[in-house]
């Protein structure tokens, strides 16, 4: 059974981090490109970073670059996003994805992503 399940997310204040895990089954990350994507109450999913499968080259979105850090376990099927300098407008449902795809991830479009996870909530509050 194909599946992606997000962990790590949880209640944190202002300044801290967090390090969010994506682990794979059923298929092999390390074939597919991976974005983190995220969505706040009221407010349109966007994607946050991705790691293409081509090449590993990641991109972040500009709310988070130099905050965010995308990484991948092949060995263990995992991808990580570890978060620091945390804001309150960070405050979303955390989602991880994978699409089967050899272009950079900064070129795939949101709808094109193949699985996606349940999602984690994170919340950066005092």
């Known amino acids: 059974q194909v599946q992606l399940v997000e962990s790590g997310g949880g209640l944190v204040q202002p300044g801290g981090s967090l390090r969010l895990s994506c682990a794979a089954s059923?298929?092999?990350?390390?074939?597919?490109?991976i974005g983190w994507f995220r969505q706040a109450p009221g407010k349109e999913r966007e994607g946050v970073s991705c790691?293409?499968?081509?090449?590993?080259?990641?991109y972040w979105s500009d709310s988070v670059k130099g905050r965010f850090t995308i990484s991948r376990d092949n060995a263990k099927n995992t991808v990580y996003l570890q978060m620091n300098s945390l804001k309150p407008e960070d405050t979303a449902v955390y989602y991880c994805?994978?699409?089967?795809?050899?272009?950079?991830?900064?070129?795939?479009?949101?709808?094109?992503?193949?699985?996606w996870g349940q999602g984690t909530q994170v919340t950066v509050s005092s």
């Open positions: 994805a994978a699409v089967r795809s050899g272009l950079s991830c900064i070129t795939i479009p949101t709808m094109a992503y193949d699985y």
């Open positions: 059923g298929f092999t990350l390390g074939d597919y490109a």
């Open positions: 790691v293409s499968r081509s090449d590993g080259r990641t």
